[in-house]
């Protein structure tokens, strides 16, 4: 199809912009390069062919040298310019991260959720957008378009398709025929490796293995053939509702990097100037009929322009480091306990379920809420029966089953939340948890204080933890450390059922990332001493704010008064060894829950630290570089003027793993006996 000229014209002009802003920044890389950046050089056809044509209702993830997307979608080069100096201004972080590291919500422009330039990692947050996009228009949630449906578009090099989670991504559009465009730039580099190392063969090769994902493979430095293709396919994909993939061969013209120099190490810049889109987009604007004398004007206002920017940008307003802390977290409408804890006349019931009742009355008040995980369908709903009877009540398109991928299962509600659903997901163990930490550390925790508070992730994400019944290696561990310290997630570790219900309503309405850790052996309250898990179940209206501990027991005030008095800090299992260790000391232990791990309730604990002058603290963790380790320090930091004794800890014995026999395990866990031992050491100290 012979392409217009009023487009060749609107292509020219930006791809001149986009190569004068690539030239003005190497002609002053002592001042640019102060911050690390990479261009669109050579690859500004393609990106120019997507980024004009792509709607406000649409969702792209730009790649770090996307600038040329950003220019077709309509950024200004001021607005540019202000990103590479990393000004207080720039639209997309207000100096907090890269260049070309965009994110936007801007109601007349396409959709740019937060991406880091992790490699790959944006693969599933934009897969897990074109999910959300499907689940809305199953369920009668999804605006009238007049036919303009929406598209997901994840842009990203071909060296970066190796990664495990690009993999992921792929298998789910083809699972579920999501509406997505993977959109893949080949300049057959790595940063120093070529092609011929690094892959057995090219992403149009790769992806027709994945049963429904059409491919494309073009030139990706004609503007023509780009436009046309990209149109074609964005027509597809609106109305059929199917993923593809271009593959987009290109010339690597710029440095990998400001701070990478291609000189260093590249032999090949002779023959990839020869593919240059530049040369061929002047051919094309005068082959349909566009002045030369234009072309030279539109070149010498550009340089112009680009001059001028340069120097606005340059001297505009750094960012206030006063902001330093600015959306660490998106603000919370949970900030109180609510609703009845204990109604009347209702009897106790275990924690799993509920967990159970708690999510059924989520989804039935809220549509935009789902369920999906592992083994969570109708089938089994869970291998700890959590979700039993959800799938079957909600259908299939609510609550439903993923393939084994965790990074996809916590990735996803990246762009999830970002179309404005909210999704419940479980990762089945937390001994599973680390294939997804990739995407919780890099996308969703700072997805908020990145985008300057435009995306925050609301999505709770529920992990069965702890050792319980034999579980051995690969069932049994605790995570907590690990978790805890990714700043931008919340974490909550309850250990009744009542707190399990009011922290996962408070989750579900929290707009921030949270981690529920759920004690596998407080479920049923099996375990002699845990009964105390079994609760009355709370109303329906029923939240406790998250980073509210919970006094389980208090000490007498003539204990207290006399010094006799000690504090156990706990959570989760620990809470039952404190409770049957302390009730050899009646009057004398009080025992605080902590129920939030991240953030803590800082009060609570220095409050208890100092009125009763001696600490203990209990985990079911290891000891050393722990989450429990650092919490003493804490203490110890804030209150040493205070404490009688040194911040006791008990916890596991420190293993490589949790052994499977149950004698082994028993040896290796904390129990009453142990914290109650270590009572005696303290208040007799």
Not at 286 to 309: C, H, M, P, Y
Not at 560 to 580: K, L, N
Request: proline fraction near 6%; include cysteine; hydrophobic fraction near 40%.
């Amino acid at each position: 199809m012979k392409i217009d000229q009023s487009t060749v014209r609107k292509g020219f002009e930006l791809m001149c912009t986009a190569k004068t802003l690539s030239e003005k920044y190497e002609a002053h890389k002592e001042v640019t390069s102060k911050y690390v950046h990479a261009t669109s050089r050579g690859h500004e056809a393609i990106q120019l062919a997507l980024g004009m044509q792509l709607k406000p209702q649409d969702f792209v993830a730009p790649y770090y040298r996307d600038d040329s997307i950003l220019l077709g979608m309509g950024i200004t080069p001021y607005e540019l310019m202000l990103h590479i100096f990393a000004k207080k201004d720039e639209p997309f972080s207000g100096g907090r991260t890269y260049y070309s590291h965009p994110s936007l919500n801007r109601p007349d422009m396409p959709k740019i959720p937060h991406q880091s330039s992790a490699t790959g990692m944006q693969a599933i947050p934009m897969t897990g957008v074109a999910m959300g996009m499907q689940y809305k228009e199953i369920e009668g949630l999804a605006e009238d378009l007049n036919g303009e449906n929406p598209v997901s578009v994840c842009s990203i090099g071909d060296a970066a398709c190796t990664e495990g989670e690009f993999s992921e991504a792929l298998q789910m559009a083809a699972l579920k025929q999501l509406p997505i465009l993977y959109l893949v730039q080949d300049n057959e580099w790595d940063i120093s490796a070529s092609a011929d190392e690094i892959r057995a063969q090219d992403m149009a090769y790769y992806a027709r293995g994945f049963k429904g994902v059409e491919v494309y493979s073009i030139d990706g430095s004609d503007f023509e053939e780009s436009y046309n293709t990209i149109q074609k396919v964005l027509k597809l994909i609106r109305t059929e509702r199917r993923p593809f993939l271009i593959h987009a061969k290109v010339p690597l013209l710029g440095h990998h990097t400001s701070g990478v120099r291609m000189e260093f190490y590249r032999d090949d810049l002779d023959e990839h100037a020869l593919r240059d889109p530049y040369p061929k987009i002047k051919e094309l604007a005068r082959s349909v009929g566009i002045d030369e004398a234009d072309l030279i004007n539109f070149e010498a206002e550009t340089k112009k322009l680009v001059d001028q920017v340069y120097e606005d940008a340059f001297n505009a307003e750094d960012p206030d480091p006063a902001s330093l802390l600015d959306h660490y977290f998106a603000p919370t409408p949970i900030t109180e306990e609510k609703g009845e804890r204990e109604p009347k006349g209702k009897q106790k019931t275990v924690m799993v379920d509920c967990a159970l009742f708690a999510v059924r009355e989520l989804m039935e008040k809220h549509p935009e809420a789902l369920l999906y995980g592992q083994d969570v369908g109708a089938r089994l709903g869970g291998v700890f029966r959590e979700a039993a009877t959800l799938g079957k009540k909600f259908g299939e398109n609510r609550v439903f089953n993923t393939p084994i991928m965790e990074a996809f299962i916590i990735g996803s509600t990246v762009g999830m939340s970002a179309v404005g659903l909210k999704p419940i997901v479980e990762v089945q163990f937390a001994d599973y948890i680390w294939p997804g930490l990739n995407q919780l550390f890099t996308e969703l925790s700072r997805s908020n204080y990145l985008s300057n508070g435009k995306w925050p992730v609301s999505s709770v994400i529920r992990v069965p933890i702890g050792a319980y019944g034999s579980g051995g290696p690969y069932h049994s561990s605790s995570v907590e450390s690990v978790v805890t310290n990714i700043r931008g997630i919340k974490v909550v570790y309850p250990s009744t059922g009542a707190d399990l219900k009011g922290l996962m309503k408070a989750a579900y309405y929290d707009p921030n990332p949270v981690l529920i850790l759920e004690h596998k052996g407080l479920y049923w309250s099996k375990i002699k001493g845990t009964e105390g898990a079994m609760s009355v179940e709370p109303d329906s209206d029923y939240v406790i704010p998250i980073g509210k501990a919970r006094i389980v027991q208090e000490a007498d005030q003539d204990k207290i008064d006399s010094g006799e008095s000690v504090t156990v800090i706990t959570y989760g299992m620990g809470v039952y060894w404190a409770t049957a260790a302390a009730k050899n000391y009646p009057g004398a232990v009080e025992i605080i829950d902590l129920r939030t791990l991240s953030p803590l309730d800082t009060d609570a604990i220095y409050g208890a630290a100092k009125k009763h002058s001696k600490v203990l603290l209990v985990t079911e963790e290891s000891i050393e570089a722990s989450f429990t380790l650092g919490l003493a320090g804490r203490i110890q930091r804030e209150c040493f003027e205070y404490l009688d004794a040194p911040v006791a800890i008990v916890g596991a014995i420190d293993t490589p793993a949790i052994p499977l026999h149950s004698d082994l395990e028993f040896a290796l866990l904390p129990n009453a006996d142990k914290v109650g031992e270590a009572l005696r050491e303290l208040i007799e100290y």
